[in-house]
């Protein structure tokens, strides 16, 4: 089992900057990819960005390439979201999500290879 625990979320105007977190514990290793991805009110979860453990391969959406960075702190088991030039299109719930099985990055776009779930952090922009 691997526990997830998101933070960092907030209300931001459109142009700032927020850094989401999510720390893992309980059966972490080097084999996990840790996900971010978002759902706005009415539509369906949508993949942000993911890193893989070993070796810090990152993957992202188009959308969010160039202003959002995926990074991870070894020592702290936490990983990561620096999102800046926030829109209002951003606006979601945030989670965190963690797979010992996901071996090519671009397979981690697809939500349901995740077991593991955080339980989700609000993001809010206005303009």
């Given at each position: 089992?691997?526990?997830l625990v998101e933070?960092?979320?907030?209300?931001?105007?459109?142009?700032?900057?927020?850094?989401?977190?999510?720390?893992?514990?309980?059966?972490?290793?080097?084999?996990?990819?840790?996900?971010?991805?978002?759902?706005?009110?009415?539509?369906?979860?949508?993949?942000?960005?993911?890193?893989?453990?070993?070796?810090?391969?990152?993957?992202?959406?188009?959308?969010?390439?160039?202003?959002?960075?995926?990074?991870?702190?070894?020592?702290k088991n936490t990983?990561?979201?620096?999102?800046?030039?926030?829109?209002?299109?951003?606006?979601?719930?945030?989670?965190?999500?963690?797979?010992?099985?996901?071996?090519?990055?671009?397979?981690?776009?697809?939500?349901?290879?995740?077991?593991?779930?955080?339980?989700?952090?609000?993001?809010?922009?206005?303009?």
């Amino acid at each position: 089992q691997v526990q997830l625990v998101e933070s960092g979320g907030g209300l931001v105007q459109a142009g700032g900057s927020l850094r989401l977190s999510c720390a893992a514990s309980g059966r972490t290793g080097s084999s996990l990819t840790m996900g971010w991805f978002r759902q706005a009110p009415g539509k369906e979860r949508e993949f942000v960005a993911l890193i893989s453990w070993s070796g810090g391969r990152t993957f992202s959406a188009d959308s969010v390439n160039g202003r959002f960075i995926i990074s991870k702190d070894d020592a702290k088991n936490t990983v990561y979201l620096q999102m800046n030039s926030l829109k209002p299109e951003d606006t979601a719930v945030y989670y965190c999500a963690a797979d010992p099985r996901i071996y090519v990055p671009q397979a981690g776009r697809d939500s349901y290879r995740y077991a593991y779930w955080g339980q989700g952090t609000q993001v809010t922009v206005s303009s």
